[in-house]
Structure formats: C-alpha cells, structure tokens
C-alpha cells in the first residue's frame, strides 16, 4: 500500500514542480508537502543519493550548508541540497523530487542536507544519515524548542546509531547528541580576546553534567561556548580531533590542524561565530577525503551569502547589512556581540520585529530580556532606530539595557529611517534584518548608500 502511494505522490509532486514553474513560484517545498499528505513515509521511498550528509543546529546551519556545497561544487564534486526550499523533511522531499525520475534513479551521487532539528523525527527514521555536522545547540525560540535539552533529546531519540556526527567539542549541548554514536569532535583553541567566565544573559549550562558542580572555562566566547571544566569531578569538553589555532584577523589567515596534519587557510568572515561554521565545512570536508591544500585553495574564492552578511561604502562610511533571527536572544545576541567590537561610531536600523510570527501564532517578546543588547550600550552608539507595533517594547528593553532614550529613535515604517541618518566621518551604518523581511532590508540599505554615495548630504 505505502509503495502505491508513493508513486502516486511522486506523480501528482513532479507536477507540483512544474505548475510552480509555470507560475513563477521559487524556493518553496510545496510539493514535499503534497508528497507528505499522500505518503506519510516519502522519504523512505524516494530515490536517494548513495552518500547522504547532513549539518543541523540551532543557528548557522543554512551558512554552513550553503558553504559545503559551495566548497564541494568548486572542487569538481555535484550535489544536491535543499538551499532553495526547507530544511525540514518536506524541503528535503521537494529536492529529492527534483533531482529523481519517476521510475529512475537520483541523478547525484552526494547530498548536502540543511536539516531542521524537530524534523529529525521524520528525517532520522526514513533515510540514512551517513555523517551529520552539529554546528551548535542553544536555545532558540521557546514556543518552537523549548530548551536545548529538548532539542538535544530529540536529535538522539531519532539519528539512526549507524551515522556518524561531526561536533563542535566547544558546545556541550552539540557534542552530548547520541552519545553512543561514533563522533568526530572539532573546536577552536585559545584566542586572544577569551574570557574565564560567562558575559551573556543566556548560558544554558552553568553546572556540570557529571556532579552539578558549578562549570568553569579554560577559556570561554559566549554563552555557553568554550572549552569548559569541573574541579570538583574532573569533568572536560572531549579533545579536538579538528581545530583552528593561530587566528589572526590583521592577515586574515588561521591555522586548520585536521588529525594532525595543518594548513594555513583564509577567514571568510571576521564573526567568531561564522568561524566555527566554517571550521564545520572544512572539517566535513577533509572527513570527505579532500586534502588540506583543496579546502585551503578552494577558499580563497569563497564567500557567504550576502543575504546573511554584506559590506557596501557610502561616501567615507560603511552600510552593514546583517540577518538577525527574531524569537533567537541566542543568535540576536552574536550579532550585538559583533557590533559592539567595532569600535567606531554606529547607527542601527533594527528591522528584527517578529512580523511573520505576530501575525499567525506569537505574542511573546521574552526573547528580546534574552538578548544583549547591554552590549552596544556605549559610547559608539549614535542611534538605534525601530518600527511597527512593536517598537516601543524594543525602546522600553534598551532603555532597561542602559542606552540613552535620546539615541533610540521610533518611526512607522522601516523605510521611514532612511531620512534619520546622518553623515557621519568613517562610521558604520547597521541594518539588522530577519528572515522575513531580507528584500526590505537590502532595498533599504542600498537606498542609504545611493543616499551618502557622494558623502555627505547637503
């Protein structure tokens, strides 16, 4: 029965495809829902390739993913990935669709998955995960995760014990995923710039996990990031098998030690965060069987996407474009983190105003008292501006995280903001935007550009 109604979900989901086409509809996994409403079990059935990754985590998998792709098609290696859909099971159902013939097989070889933690539950149960990249768990949004433990619990109830995991050894809740599981750990030693002790509102794991004594760093980042240790127990994050030492952002080099073996390999991004997405790709990467001198090499022509991170001048200023995950303190909170590192004067358009999730499901706002905004309360700060209807709870939150209300401006549209920002000398112009307006934000940065294009506005 579930053979019949596979064929028959695949037939009516390749039609799907094409009546998308037809109408000039892109990056949507429709036709893995259809697929899913007529098989429940889809994925079980559909033609597969015979090499199947997989990199999950509460954030930067979709940079991660994009990279590994990015990285293997530059090496001469086809995949198949889910980058214009999903990342849950019908996003992954919908490339699958794409890439397989009714009655034929899958046209590649490798798959390169972005895969949505809850969705392990169809995803671990109905294919093969050869290896599957941990970026990282923290926690997200409430009314979706709950906590890190749930997230965590959930990826080992339902990743198969034959895949294969590739951790990051300096996130307790990413390399304690099914324990039991051969692992490969990766991380980043000591850099200058590290803490001993917790900065951040959010660290999800004060105390040991063996004795529940209180944790320590032998250095620490954010969170609960860093190499961590118990003395009353003994307690340590596992040995890296991967690492990156030496990072200098002035050369803007670092060196990759993979099993012993090093190479000196170019930072894509200066973010401590997008480091450790990509220590993930080439990690996986070498796990793979390419050599240190391929992944060194094939970097110098890499780039993230510009959705996610993006530089333009205006005049003797910088226009920053930033992706800023609302209903995520977590992730919000990296991208303070990052801001408030440079060290020049700053004006911030923050478009992370929960749009899409006020209208169907969510009220709540206990993300935004999770969030560091204490970080760029200082003095660098011109203005920050925000909109829309919930604006004057963002003023009340950085009135309560120490930022003057002289430089918090609120305005009724976003684009309303372009007209409030100045010309200011060799300084930095952050707009900060969430995934459901990405359009709006870049249209908006590149009219502040076209603004101060010539330098200052008369």
């Not at 906590?147 to 109830?157: D, G, K, T």
């Not at 709540?364 to 011109?382: G, H, M, P, R, S």
């Amino acid at each position: 029965m579930n053979k019949i109604r596979y064929f028959v979900a695949i037939c009516v989901a390749k039609l799907a495809v094409i009546a998308l086409k037809v109408f000039g509809y892109k990056g949507t996994d429709f036709p893995g829902i259809v697929a899913f409403k007529i098989c429940p079990v889809f994925l079980r059935y559909v033609k597969k390739p015979k090499v199947i990754i997989g990199v999950t985590g509460t954030n930067g998998k979709t940079t991660a993913t994009n990279l590994v792709s990015d990285m293997l098609s530059t090496l001469g290696t086809e995949v198949i990935t889910n980058r214009d859909g999903s990342n849950t099971h019908t996003g992954i159902a919908t490339a699958l669709i794409k890439a397989t013939g009714i009655f034929g097989k899958c046209k590649y070889s490798l798959g390169v998955f972005e895969m949505d933690e809850r969705s392990m539950r169809f995803i671990g149960t109905q294919m093969d995960i050869d290896k599957l990249v941990v970026c990282n768990l923290s926690r997200d949004s409430i009314m979706r995760t709950g906590h890190p433990e749930f997230v965590r619990n959930v990826l080992s109830r339902f990743i198969s014990d034959k895949t294969e995991l590739i951790c990051n050894a300096d996130d307790y809740n990413a390399y304690s995923v099914s324990p039991n599981n051969k692992r490969t750990y990766f991380g980043i030693k000591k850099m200058e710039g590290d803490r001993l002790d917790c900065n951040n509102i959010i660290n999800d794991v004060p105390i040991c996990p063996v004795c529940g004594e209180k944790i320590k760093f032998k250095y620490y980042r954010y969170s609960n990031i860093g190499k961590i240790y118990c003395d009353a127990c003994g307690y340590t994050s596992p040995d890296y098998d991967y690492y990156l030492d030496e990072v200098d952002f002035k050369k803007n080099e670092m060196l990759f030690v993979a099993r012993g073996e090093s190479q000196r390999v170019a930072i894509l991004n200066d973010s401590v965060f997008n480091i450790y997405n990509q220590l993930s790709a080439m990690t996986l990467l070498h796990e793979l069987g390419y050599s240190l001198p391929e992944i060194a090499k094939c970097l110098k022509n890499m780039a993230f996407a510009k959705s996610r991170y993006n530089v333009q001048d205006a005049g003797n200023m910088k226009v920053i474009t930033m992706l800023s995950k609302c209903l995520n303190g977590y992730a919000t909170s990296r991208v303070m983190e990052y801001i408030a590192k440079q060290k020049k004067q700053k004006q911030i358009l923050f478009m992370v105003n929960s749009i899409d999730a006020e209208i169907h499901w969510s009220e709540d706002i206990c993300w935004i008292y999770d969030t560091d905004f204490e970080f760029i309360a200082d003095e660098y700060l011109n203005k920050i501006i925000v909109y829309g209807t919930r604006a004057l709870d963002y003023k009340v939150r950085f009135l309560l995280a120490g930022i003057p209300e002289e430089k918090i401006k609120v305005v009724e549209k976003a684009e309303d903001a372009i007209e409030l920002f100045e010309y200011i000398d060799d300084s930095l112009i952050y707009v900060l935007y969430d995934l459901d307006v990405i359009d709006k934000g870049l249209q908006i940065a590149d009219s502040i550009r076209d603004r101060f294009a010539a330098g200052k506005v008369q």
